[in-house]
């Protein structure tokens, strides 16, 4: 996976999460794009001393910022990321990962720890700004992005606490009625009896000392997913949970991700799952081209399989041990290759249904 702030599915022309932009944009935009969290110790008694400040996680020069203990970490294979802070004077350790999952679409695991030695109460909003709807360009974005608002439909599921990011219809500058088919989703697993609201307004409310208020619905305007909850930890503590965004869901599978967030049935196992198998996948496709090789430098070996990753994702990679369909390799001969069609027919139409293509270019 890539930046964050510019994941998409495919095609970053129609399926991105947030903005599509370059790595400079992405880091002058964080403050209104992207992940978000804020942490506001709670009072425990009347006239109490607690510090009631505002700690937001990894945002420089924003008020509550704290610049304390920080790590990046990554996996070898790239496909998981954990951002990581530790507040020392409230004794508070917040971590953030992003993975990916082809059935769920981008998942963020975050967790907040208390590494004190005393309890500590805490309310939190935690959330995603700027989600982006399906069907908006790039040049869109870019070029009139304050229309594309215009057109956003975001609207929220109290049943299933699933926020839907949509169009109103198709952005187009022709007198015709249009349709976006598609919406981009973000639900919340972790946090039961949170508060979930969708306007920058109840984030506001937050920093200002109150409690955001549920929204149900927000048009015209950019489409964020928040949530927020009071979480009492004891020393030693943590509480995990989970947002999860996938973009150019069709109405049917918008249907079935509600049913299934209906379900009563558990989902942390089925979604870690889910990211598993798409892990093991992952490690089939670099091992398929000898991305695994190890040696004895861990460094030389982490190299390796990151270049053959790298080359897989740019040119792929010969499926089922390079058996290939003869037919597929005929009319691959015939349109680039007229001569040797002719001068190779006997050969070529007496090839057995399938082939390896190791063979062939033994033969060649």
């Known amino acids: 996976m890539c930046h964050p702030l510019a994941g998409?599915?495919?095609?970053?022309?129609w399926l991105c999460l947030f903005p599509y932009q370059p790595v400079d944009q992405l880091h002058d935009g964080y403050r209104h794009t992207g992940p978000i969290t804020a942490i506001r110790r709670r009072h425990t008694s009347p006239?109490?001393?607690a510090d009631g400040g505002i700690w937001r996680p990894f945002a420089d020069g924003t008020p509550g910022c704290c610049i304390g203990t920080r790590r990046l970490l990554k996996h070898v294979v790239g496909n998981h990321v954990v951002f990581e802070e530790v507040h020392e004077n409230l004794g508070?350790?917040?971590?953030?990962?992003?993975?990916?999952?082809?059935?769920?679409?981008?998942?963020?695991?975050?967790?907040?720890?208390?590494?004190?030695?005393?309890?500590?109460?805490?309310?939190l909003v935690d959330g995603l700004q700027n989600v982006c709807p399906s069907g908006v360009s790039l040049a869109t974005y870019r070029q009139a992005s304050c229309l594309a608002d215009a057109y956003k439909h975001n609207e929220y599921d109290a049943a299933t606490r699933m926020g839907i990011y949509s169009l109103t219809a198709q952005i187009l500058d022709r007198a015709e009625a249009a349709e976006v088919l598609q919406a981009t989703t973000v639900w919340c697993r972790g946090l039961p009896g949170a508060v979930v609201f969708l306007s920058p307004d109840g984030l506001h409310a937050f920093y200002e000392g109150g409690t955001p208020a549920p929204d149900s619905l927000c048009t015209g305007q950019r489409g964020n997913y928040f949530v927020f909850s009071p979480l009492r930890l004891a020393p030693g503590e943590a509480r995990s949970w989970d947002l999860v965004a996938d973009v150019g869901r069709t109405h049917a599978q918008v249907a079935a991700l509600r049913h299934q967030l209906a379900d009563d049935a558990p989902l942390q196992q089925v979604l870690e799952e889910a990211i598993h198998r798409d892990h093991e996948e992952l490690l089939r496709n670099v091992a398929s081209a000898d991305g695994l090789q190890a040696t004895g430098s861990q460094l030389a070996t982490s190299h390796h399989l990151a270049n053959v990753l790298f080359n897989n994702m740019r040119g792929g990679v010969a499926g089922e041990n390079y058996l290939v369909e003869s037919h597929d390799f005929l009319a691959f001969v015939a349109g680039r290759n007229h001569a040797v069609e002719n001068a190779e027919r006997a050969f070529l139409y007496g090839l057995p249904e399938r082939i390896d293509y190791t063979e062939l270019l033994a033969l060649a």
């Open 8 to 13: 998409s599915r495919q095609d970053a022309e």
């Open 47 to 49: 006239g109490s001393d």
């Open 92 to 123: 508070l350790n917040f971590r953030y990962s992003w993975r990916t999952s082809t059935e769920f679409g981008f998942v963020r695991t975050a967790t907040l720890e208390n590494v004190g030695s005393r309890e500590i109460a805490v309310e």
